[in-house]
């Protein structure tokens, strides 16, 4: 491989990069905090561009392959062949302080969210049509940007009629108070909560805030104001 050849190549894998993340990968070394690593290489030689850029942590899937076939001027006799760039997910840190010493975990691999317990002193019940706020010991500190979103347990709501009073809440980024949820009985029979067990999930989600713009008018659509089922039943 010669000069021009390796200088071709490492031009590629920079403006790759460049395209899918928004900036020169010489950037990257810029930012501290490392949700992701990502890895360019072309064929059989390779070339590693540690990338900590916080921002393409909203890419869901463990591994995304990118498979780019450049093209090069007929008198150049050389083929950059296959480039692929790597982005492997790393879990993000979040803080927790867990009165009761059980830290939350997710059950499986592909889990959405993590369960949230009880933290009593006795048991309690919830009779039918009952609502109350149930302590679970736990404190977040939610990464900027981010929220938690307290969700019903689908197993409790489908056997017991348990869910939450307010369908979803949520826990904001600055909120550091202790996480309670606001548990209600819609069924026809008591349900007794007992310290340790698990009454609600969490789920973490990326959140955008928008500027709020006074206007006069909004923009014509072709469903203008139609709502409360106003596509039929």
Same mark, same amino acid.
């Given at each position: ?24 990968? !010489?950037? /990257? +070394? ?9 890895? $360019?290489?072309? %064929? ?12 393409? /942590? ?6 995304? +392959? ?31 302080? +867990? #009165?009761? %010493?059980?830290?939350? $975990? ?5 889990? !959405?969210? /993590? ?23 736990? /404190? ?16 409790? $709501? ?14 904001? $980024?600055?909120? #550091? ?6 548990? @209600?009985?819609?069924?026809? =029979? ?13 789920? @973490?989600? #990326?959140? =955008? ?6 206007? =006069? =008018? ?6 203008? !104001? ?8």
């Amino acid at each position: 491989e010669n000069t021009f050849q390796r200088s071709r190549r490492h031009r590629l894998i920079d403006d790759f990069i460049q395209s899918v993340v928004g900036c020169p990968a !010489a950037h /990257f +070394s810029k930012y501290i905090h490392p949700p992701l690593q990502c890895i $360019a290489h072309i %064929g059989k030689r390779m070339n590693r561009h540690i990338c900590r850029f916080p921002q393409l /942590f909203h890419i869901r899937r463990k591994i995304i +392959s990118f498979n780019v076939h450049q093209p090069v001027r007929a008198h150049r006799r050389y083929d950059p062949g296959r480039m692929e760039l790597a982005i492997v997910k790393h879990l993000m840190p979040m803080k927790i302080i +867990s #009165r009761s %010493g059980r830290v939350p $975990a997710y059950e499986t691999k592909g889990a !959405a969210g /993590f369960d949230i317990a009880a933290y009593l002193e006795e048991p309690v019940t919830l009779e039918p049509g009952m609502r109350m706020l149930v302590p679970t010991g736990l /404190f977040f500190e939610v990464p900027e940007g981010y929220e938690a979103q307290v969700r019903a347990r689908s197993g409790l $709501a489908v056997k017991y009629g348990i869910g939450l009073v307010n369908g979803i809440g949520t826990v904001d $980024a600055d909120y #550091r108070g202790e996480v309670k949820v606001p548990l @209600i009985n819609w069924g026809s =029979e008591p349900f007794v909560i007992r310290n340790g067990e698990r009454i609600a999930q969490v789920v @973490i989600n #990326r959140i =955008e805030q928008v500027e709020m713009v006074s206007a =006069e =008018e909004l923009s014509e659509t072709e469903r203008g !104001a139609g709502g409360f089922g106003h596509t039929g039943v």
